[in-house]
């Protein structure tokens, strides 16, 4: 039989889990409520019953290599949650990597729930076949995972690719992280709503915008998507929001591209189902931000898998650190 | 006999060279001038000859694994340099490694000088024994050195680490590279001269300022050294320019922290040799622009080798990536 890991993606709703081959083909696939909410013990329970189910639909564990688990927030080398995982109360903390050691006897390995996305993206997805790149989750915040080498980078600590907190504007609109003007209170659906609503009274057009006018009239009914609908529809209120979120997220890019030089930036989240306007509109303002030879030498691309990119990623995560450390 | 490498420092000059073994001794050390205003071909003709006096010094080619060479600029694949060697004029678009192949057997490998420097301080400098780090060059320009597990990393042709060029200030200074307020606008040697010209008339103080009396007087005469002379000396002014170069490159460095969270961050070049009061007032900047977690899993230190780090990294690199392709 062949080798198999145990891929998990820690949501903030759902726990999805799979069992996957080295080939990238999986099976199993399972979801079950994160209990998030309940406090970090509930949630470790939940991982653990999602395993027993798993392993119980593949029939053994034998040919288990490991598990591999992707995670809001930071995990340290001994399996601990460090935190940066603020949407699950209690979780910070926790060890994941003994109790399942302890349950199943499998190994696990676990980091930031976007740089999985990112290692699936290199290895299934946008990235395939590339050697160094760095993927830009947008999302309700700005994660990233960086590939160097085609392998996943997470630094010495688990913590590596805090590129949504790259500071575009020392003066700029104050971060959840406690400093000013990150990338992310203006390219996340989070910072893009927060423009859309701070900016209508000021905004000013010959022709007329119904976002603005909704903007106005009942803030609480804006989201990304509702913004995009609108730029797309040439609302130059919404053109004008993305014009703001797409220069600020090419800054942060064309930093990377200057100190990277990656081969391929994937933009993937919930932010790109907008598509092409984002892609067309950042790769127009990159220039401004970095050397053009390297621009020339890295692609800009939308994310290619799915909403099960973490739990492939997790699953492929186990393969690259677990496998290693068996045969060395 | 024991395998050397050569190692070659292009710097703007002289050239330097030596014959290095895997463990870091080196012997031969030999300086010819690099003859850059002649042209490339000169150039390459001055490097070919130093080859061949090492060469003649050691006796024999036989344990030679090949030739490591820092440039100023980019080097591709195949060995021809890209650019970014504004001065040394005609040397873009010259082969390194066909001659040095062709005239003496040798396979070469080269990339940018700070680059090495890098590698040079990560192998037997003060970045031994750390798997990530990022040393920043604060010369005339400010370079870069990204070492990731261990191993120098220059992207997939050879243009990783353009972390001069980070902007810090979308409004900032003009730059060279045609961008606005990038890095070494504030933070190289250039960068500090230029801001105590600027700075001069509109400082204010109730100390009174010698060094600002000669920026106004005699502003040709002021140099890095000089302004932290004074700085060092509680000259207001020189401790206020200090303070705005440090705080810019204390933005740089906080972006490279939340992005590749490395274990250590190196200063070097000659604007270091002001020595701690650098290091401090960086320090101190730091946690305005990056995660507190990851700046506490990060030290900032002075580079420990001296002028010769270029070419001993240059040695480290031949045997990094020409005893690879050997054995492979």
Redesign the interface.
């Known amino acids: 039989m062949k080798n198999f890991a145990i891929g998990i993606d820690l949501g903030g709703t759902n726990l999805k889990g799979i069992i996957m081959e080295g080939d990238g083909s999986f099976r199993h696939l399972t979801r079950v409520p994160t209990g998030g909410q309940e406090g970090g013990t509930k949630v470790l329970e939940n991982i653990l019953t999602l395993i027993e189910k798993l392993l119980k639909k593949e029939g053994s564990s034998e040919s288990c290599i490991g598990v591999g688990l992707g995670t809001p927030g ?1 995990v340290d080398d001994d399996g601990t949650v ?3 995982a603020e949407n699950l109360p209690g979780w910070k903390g926790t060890n994941i990597y003994d109790p399942i050691m302890q349950q199943f006897g499998l190994k696990t390995t676990a980091t930031n729930d976007v740089t999985i996305t990112a290692l699936a993206e290199a290895k299934y997805g946008a990235g395939k076949g590339i ?2 790149m760095v993927c830009f989750a947008l999302g309700t915040g700005i994660g ?1 995972g ?1 590939v ?2 085609g392998k996943v ?1 997470k ?3 688990g ?5 949504g ?6 003066n700029g609109l104050p971060c959840t ?1 406690g ?1 000013k003007g990150c990338v992310e209170q203006y390219a996340s659906a989070t910072g893009i709503v927060n423009l859309a609503k701070m900016l209508a009274m000021k905004f000013e057009s010959d022709i007329p915008s119904t976002l603005k006018r909704i903007a106005l009239e009942t803030p609480e009914s804006l989201s990304a998507k509702l913004v995009y609908d609108y730029a797309k529809d040439s609302d130059p209120f919404g053109q004008y929001i993305n014009e703001i979120a797409c220069e600020k997220l090419a ?1 942060a890019i ?3 591209i ?6 391929r930036v994937i933009l993937g989240g919930g932010v790109m189902k907008a598509g092409h306007i984002i892609l067309d509109t950042v790769a127009r303002h990159i220039p ?4 053009q ?2 621009w020339e ?1 890295c692609d800009l691309v939308e994310s290619e898998l799915g909403e099960d990119a973490g739990a492939i990623g997790a699953a492929a995560l186990a393969f690259e650190e677990i496998e290693v450390e068996v045969h060395v």
Chains 1, 2 share one sequence.
């Open positions: 930071f460090l935190g940066g050697k160094n990233g960086i160097i080498n980078y630094g010495s600590h913590m590596a690719g805090e590129i907190h790259i500071m575009v504007d020392p992280c400093h800054h064309g930093i990377i200057n100190t990277l030089s990656p081969d401004k931000y970095c050397w030879q390297l030498l």
